[in-house]
């Protein structure tokens, strides 16, 4: 399994592309079985689940996206669920310090301004978790409007869980009056999404549904 230093700077990667790399990479069919402890989160209503990488046993990473999008041209919404095996340190959190290496990491790769969110920390159903975001105006070919993403990582017994929710405007004005980019409704939308997630199969969790 890997370390947790192996699984952040994986996080950081995956954070700033938001695409997972096609090395171990497979078309899904409805769901990645997986065992040990998961999150239990549903993505948006109409999306599907359209990857997943790695091992169920493990490390793993799903994605979903909305019906009508493609992988590789992705613009109304992306999400994606990371589980990385880690052991708690008392007093620590290591949510904290990964949401702001994902942060860091994402300014220094915006090629224009980048407007950050105000980093949160929460809890998620009992679970630590630590929120944050933010919007790059100029980041790269496939997103030539900019692209925004909100990122949780939720503090399990056994494992993290990085959870990110992205968007591409579609022409260079196209919501320009907004935050970030984003309409608040459909902000709030990814918000109350991580809220209801909770962690299962986990000691003195609940079981995971099958």
């Known amino acids: 399994m890997k370390k947790i230093p192996d699984l952040l700077r994986a ?7 938001l695409v ?17 402890e998961n999150l239990e989160i ?13 091992d169920p046993e493990s490390n793993y990473l799903v994605e979903f996206m909305p019906n009508s999008e493609d992988h590789d041209s992705w613009r109304e919404g992306y999400m994606s669920v990371q589980r990385g095996a880690y052991t708690p340190i008392a007093g620590q959190h ?8 994902l942060i860091q990491a994402a300014q ?11 980093q949160k920390e929460t809890q998620t159903n009992g679970a630590y ?4 975001g933010g919007f790059c105006e100029r980041y790269s070919s496939v997103a030539p409007y900019g692209e925004g993403s909100l990122t949780a990582v939720i503090e399990g017994k056994k494992n993290l869980f990085l959870v990110q929710f992205g968007w591409r405007p579609a022409t260079e004005n196209d919501l320009k009056d907004y935050n ?4 608040p409704e459909r902000l709030q939308q990814y918000l109350n999404l991580l809220n209801q997630a ?13």
């Open 180 to 183: 970030w980019r984003i309409k």
């Open 129 to 132: 978790t630590t929120i944050g």
């Open 11 to 17: 996080a950081v990667l995956l954070g700033l592309s």
């Open 198 to 210: 909770t962690l299962c199969g986990g000691p003195s969790e609940i079981p995971c549904p099958h």
């Open 20 to 36: 997972v790399s096609a090395c171990a990479t497979h078309p899904a069919a409805n769901t990645l079985p997986s065992n040990g």
């Open 42 to 54: 549903r993505p948006p209503a109409g999306w599907r689940l359209s990857y997943t990488t790695g």
């Open 108 to 118: 220094t790769k915006c090629a224009g301004h980048f407007s950050a969110m105000q």
């Open 94 to 101: 290591l949510a904290t310090q990964a949401v702001s290496g």
